[in-house]
T-cell receptor, first 111, second 113 residues
Framework: DAKTTQPNSMESNEEEPVHLPCNHS???????IHWYRQLPSQGPEYVIH???SNVNNRMASLAIAEDRKSSTLILHRATLRDAAVYYC????????????FGTGTSLTVIP | SQTIHQWPATLVQPVGSPLSLECTVE??????LYWYRQAAGRGLQLLFY??????ISSEVPQNLSASRPQDRQFILSSKKLLLSDSGFYLC????????????FGSGTRLTVV
């Protein structure tokens, strides 16, 4: 499985944008890039996913490098509720392929 | 709409006792089902997944087993718990299709004493 590399932790001030990076230099052409986040004592929740083009939804934006070897999750205005561990995961679009989570980036939002 | 139920929320069990955690999904059919474990301060480890009734794939050799007796029911079991089985257990499901993401349950925090 293609692996991802994320910083262990990041900090952001409340109401400022946050850019969470992810490196995936061994990504294959059929791997989708997924982002999940996990709030304390909860299961992970879906944030966003994409293949080649940048994606936007109500939670965040996903910027994918042209060579697809890296991506960035963008939270436009961090709130205290965004404090969580953010996971960047690659998953082949084949039906039998699973999600393998790394240790993610722990985001601290400073009031 | 689809929902996933996982219980109990917390569990304290003595070493050597059996374990049974249950997960059910409503509002869908033939889901792919997963069990993950998260040890304290660690990432999520995939334990088992199932693409259909009676079909179980194990990712990591261990003291645990899984079963899928019905389409939307996934059970995690152990005959004799070890201290190292402590952790946060999460069940998840996704449609058996291409790039759809996972939906996770609320988790069971297991402490083996």
């Amino acid at each position: 499985d293609a692996k991802t590399t994320q910083p262990n932790s990041m900090e952001s001030n409340e109401e400022e944008p946050v850019h969470l990076p992810c490196n995936h230099s061994t990504i294959s052409g059929t791997d989708y890039i997924h982002w999940y986040r996990q709030l304390p004592s909860q299961g992970p929740e879906y944030v966003i996913h994409g293949l080649t083009s940048n994606v936007n939804n109500r939670m965040a934006s996903l910027a994918i490098a042209e060579d697809r070897k890296s991506s960035t999750l963008i939270l436009h205005r961090a709130t205290l509720r965004d404090a969580a561990v953010y996971y960047c995961i690659l998953r082949d679009r084949g039906v039998g392929n699973q999600f393998y989570f790394g240790t993610g980036t722990s985001l601290t939002v400073i009031p | 709409s689809q929902t996933i139920h996982q219980w109990p929320a917390t569990l304290v069990q003595p070493v050597g006792s059996p374990l049974s955690l249950e997960c059910t999904v409503e509002g869908t059919s033939n889901p792919n089902l997963y069990w993950y474990r998260q040890a304290a301060g660690r990432g999520l480890q995939l334990l088992f997944y199932s693409v259909g009734i009676g079909q179980i794939s194990s990712e990591v050799p261990q003291n645990l087993s899984a079963s899928r007796p019905q389409d939307r029911q996934f059970i995690l079991s152990s005959k004799k718990l070890l201290l190292s089985d402590s952790g946060f257990y999460l069940c998840a499901w996704r449609p058996g299709q291409l790039s759809y993401g996972y939906t996770f349950g609320s988790g069971t925090r297991l402490t083996v004493v």
